[in-house]
């Protein structure tokens, strides 16, 4: 597996909006495999390799959770509004790039707990909030004032690593859905289908980039590819009657979320198509969430759809955790996918 790849796409910037970086990047990536590669008007790249079967999408969105500069203090202090969901609790003292005129580090300021009287009470255990947050640039205002506008987007400063079991890294929540489709890409030994290659914009702040692009192919199925929440941590607490996704288990084969109920005879072949080439997978039934499939399901004259996801340690977070044997074995099922695609 080319980590190499899954590193790129985690380190560069992408917030909700701002995706130009990693349209770029993918259109390289695909520009020998694609007929027709177009950008929409909501920036979604869409890649189409005709063949014979039925018309499939395969759709992963670019955008990460992320920020933008709203205000510029006077002193040079930068303010941001988040982009997505973000937790003020994962905000605070983190390391964070600032893509004005150039990409700028800088530290989301903290207050030193020796700074912090006794009496103070629960008050000083809360996360500040992201609205009372503020990034030092440590820089001169004025240096901060020509390379820094309203607008500029704003990610987290991590630095993707891997070893032998895991692969850690920032906007897992999609990157590792992007990955999974090059690599079932590059691995499929045929393509059994008319295929349509999504990568859509927008998808952290209410989906609004997947109804356009899938619109405009029309397609008979749409898999969603995406990173999704791994409950295996200490101190989750799940509802009584909520299967919980674990890492080593597989991928997971969504049946519902709160946007979405999948076409079952779509997720049927896919769980068979797992079982009988001994892939690791988890049929999964939530209310929560949603992923591109729900507005790919309802564009045009609609579409059967199903949710395949990477579960990811740590989503929406300055870095996420995904096991290496979970992202082959999903990269292993959407091969399989795509060369049996006729028999959906």
Not at 6 to 32: C, F, I, T, Y
Not at 204 to 217: D, H, N
Not at 226 to 252: F, I, Y
Request: glycine share 10%; charged share 20%.
């Amino acid at each position: 597996m080319q980590y190499d790849l899954l590193k790129q796409l985690s380190d560069m910037p992408g917030v909700s909006g701002r995706e130009e970086r990693v349209r770029e990047w993918l259109s390289g990536q695909l520009a020998n495999r694609a007929t027709g590669m177009t950008t929409d008007a909501m920036g979604s790249l869409i890649v189409h390799i005709p063949g014979l079967g039925p018309r499939v999408a395969l759709i992963a969105h670019m955008d990460e959770i992320g920020f933008l500069v709203s205000k510029i203090e006077p002193e040079g202090f930068v303010r941001v509004m988040p982009v997505g969901g973000v937790d003020a609790r994962v905000f605070g003292a983190q390391q964070v790039i600032v893509h004005g005129r150039r990409d700028l580090p800088g530290l989301v300021g903290s207050i030193p707990p020796h700074l912090l009287k006794k009496g103070d009470g629960a008050d000083n255990k809360a996360a500040l909030s992201i609205e009372e947050s503020f990034i030092d640039l440590g820089l001169p205002a004025d240096a901060v004032m020509q390379a820094v506008a309203v607008g500029d987007p704003v990610t987290f400063a991590s630095v993707s690593w891997h070893n032998d079991h895991v692969f850690c890294g920032k906007a897992l929540d999609d990157r590792i859905g992007l990955f999974v489709m090059l690599a079932a890409l590059g691995q499929a030994q045929k393509i059994d289908a008319d295929l349509f290659l999504i990568a859509s914009t927008q998808e952290e702040v209410g989906l609004r980039g997947a109804g356009p692009a899938v619109f405009s192919t029309q397609p008979h199925i749409v898999l969603a590819l995406e990173g999704t929440v791994a409950s295996d941590t200490p101190g989750l607490k799940l509802p009584p009657n909520t299967l919980a996704t674990c890492q080593g288990k597989g991928p997971e084969i969504r049946l519902s979320d709160r946007g979405m109920l999948s076409n079952r005879k779509l997720a049927d072949f896919l769980i068979g198509l797992a079982a009988s080439a001994d892939i690791p997978h988890q049929v999964i039934v939530k209310n929560t969430g949603s992923t591109d499939a729900a507005a790919g399901q309802i564009a045009g004259a609609g579409a059967r759809v199903c949710t395949v996801s990477v579960p990811v340690r740590y989503i929406h977070a300055p870095a996420g955790m995904a096991r290496k044997a979970d992202i082959t074995h999903t990269v292993q099922l959407i091969t399989a996918f795509l060369e049996h695609a006729s028999e959906a």
